[in-house]
């Protein structure tokens, strides 16, 4: 597995979420326990390239939602020069 991958899906980050991507959740209906049990959190802006394998300039944030198991992950990306987002990369870990 990704060493930062494995980061993110520790508890350290448990609860790591950007007001924005929680604010997105929730507009899905996602409850704080569905968010919590899914693993699903924010990327630090420093972490993203090295989960892409690539850097991306105007990724200013990232959102991580893993699934399956072992869990392979979905990033979902917010880009900077737009409100547009959309699924950038899917792989198992």
């Known amino acids: ?9 520790s ?3 448990d609860g790591a979420l950007a007001s924005e991507h929680l604010v997105d959740l929730r507009k899905s209906a996602l ?9 699903i959190r924010s990327v630090p802006p420093s972490m993203i390239g090295k989960l ?6 105007g990724i200013r944030s990232a959102m991580l939602c893993p699934f399956g198991r072992p869990p ?6 917010c880009d ?4 547009r987002r959309s699924p950038t990369r899917t792989g198992t870990a």
């Open 72 to 77: 392979a992950a979905l990033w979902t990306i």
């Open 52 to 57: 892409l394998g690539f850097d991306m300039p």
């Open 1 to 9: 597995m990704n060493p930062h991958l494995e980061l993110l899906l």
């Open 11 to 13: 508890n350290v980050y």
């Open 80 to 83: 900077s020069r737009s409100s």
């Open 31 to 39: 409850t704080d326990a569905m968010i919590a049990e899914q693993f």
